[in-house]
């Protein structure tokens, strides 16, 4: 499947979107959407959704609540992965990062920080839930055999931040051959110009970054698919 028309479409006429500079080197260029998605929600805890809970919370309530419209739409298309980044009290296990960010520091294990978001929808039944301690979803957990044993073939990505987890994984995923999608409306970052800043620099660099409206159109038919008997 290609990418839907409304996105393609955004692509042929949405110049004044575009980072002129990167454009003019050659950037830019179309990833083709699969058939055989997984969703990546990247750290949609309450330590960084729920303010009061953490210093690196921020209100992200936006993107939370059209997260878990996609995650309701994706159920029975392809495999729903959840991280969350958390810690031993020790924290030998966070390795140079905390030196860079100590409020990292607040996400011990067993701690509210560290919980999920409850407005996700979380179903230990059938979600995978990996734990990371570092920014790219990928690093030192299973996700990459995790896609490789359910063939898929693009990556849908949701979470926070878009300037730390979101942008890491993205780089990761493309360079792994999972075509990253990150959905615009479904990440967050508790500054919005380095959100911006690294939306431009995920689509013309790593990804595509379709609203949530224009990665339903690409999921619907995937869906009409799999409800086939």
Not at 62 to 86: C, D, H, N, W, Y
Not at 102 to 111: D, F, K, M
Request: aromatic share 6%.
């Amino acid at each position: 499947m290609r990418l839907s028309s409304t996105l393609g479409a955004r692509a042929e006429t949405g110049d004044e979107l575009k980072d002129q500079a990167n454009a003019r080197s050659g950037f830019y260029g179309r990833l083709i959407s699969g058939r055989r998605p997984a969703l990546l929600v990247i750290d949609f805890q309450r330590g960084f959704t729920e303010p009061g809970v953490s210093p690196l919370a921020s209100s992200c309530d936006e993107a939370v609540a059209s997260t878990a419209s996609l995650i309701s739409a994706m159920r029975g298309i392809g495999p729903i992965i959840f991280t969350v980044v958390a810690y031993e009290p020790h924290l030998k296990d966070a390795g140079l990062w905390v030196q860079k960010c100590s409020s990292l520091a607040a996400l011990i294990r067993g701690t509210a920080a560290v919980e999920l978001d409850p407005r996700l929808g979380y179903d230990p039944q059938h979600d995978i839930l990996l734990y990371k301690t570092q920014a790219s979803a990928f690093f030192g957990t299973p996700l990459a055999g995790i896609l490789a044993a359910n063939s898929c073939d693009m990556l849908v990505i949701a979470g926070c931040t878009t300037s730390g987890c979101v942008r890491a994984s993205a780089v990761d995923a493309i360079q792994y051959g999972y075509a990253p999608f990150v959905v615009r409306d479904c990440v967050a970052d508790r500054s919005a110009a380095q959100h911006e800043s690294n939306l431009i620099d995920i689509e013309s660099k790593y990804g595509e970054v379709p609203s949530l409206a224009e990665i339903l159109e690409i999921m619907q038919p995937l869906g009409a698919a799999s409800a086939s008997p």
